[in-house]
């Protein structure tokens, strides 16, 4: 399976999304795509992929998987200290009738009601993660910056967490 040759941190991160899709279980995906390590989720029409890789070098991958496999992609970019040195970015193409939509250098959003988006570091477009798999998102998902930060912070603190469990075993 594809969990025995990831990084630690890059499993961690997988599950974190997968908690959120709650998927019966992922297929590992095959053939060229272009992509580091990823998963695919038909039932939500979602490939997941990760790296430990910080800049971005997949944008083009990302077009061509999204327009190949007909489903919206993220790829989790997280470095080697995910949050604590190196911050958690997510790129996400979403697959739709008007051509693809590439939103880059997205940050995880934990909100008070435990839902999990992906937000911009400014005024922008967000992506839901859930059960339904992604969710464009026009308005954010906050009320404030007090309400802003809470929800970075709180994505920040789990993801800590969840590669620091993975460390231990």
């Known amino acids: 399976m594809i969990h025995e040759t990831l990084p630690t941190a890059s499993v961690a991160l997988m599950h974190y999304v997968l908690a959120e899709l709650k998927p019966d279980e992922p297929d590992q ?16 029409d979602v490939i997941v992929s990760v790296t430990p890789v910080t800049a971005r070098l ?41 051509g693809p939509l590439l939103l880059t250098d997205l940050s995880f959003f934990r909100h008070r009601d435990r839902s999990l988006h992906l937000v911009p570091d400014n005024a922008g477009r967000s992506v839901k993660i859930g059960d339904g798999g992604l969710e464009l998102g026009i308005r ?12 970075l912070e709180s994505a920040a603190a789990q ?11």
């Open 58 to 98: 997949f944008d083009q991958a990302l077009l061509r998987c999204a327009a190949a496999r007909q489903r919206d992609v993220m790829l989790i970019r997280h470095g080697f200290h995910p949050e604590t040195i190196d911050p958690v970015r997510v790129d996400v193409v979403l697959h739709s009738v008007g």
């Open 159 to 169: 993801i800590v967490l969840a590669c620091r469990r993975r460390n231990r075993g």
């Open 29 to 44: 995906l095959y053939g060229n795509t272009g992509l580091p390590a990823a998963v695919d989720f038909p039932v939500h």
């Open 140 to 151: 954010p998902p906050w009320d404030s910056a007090w309400d802003r930060a809470a929800g």
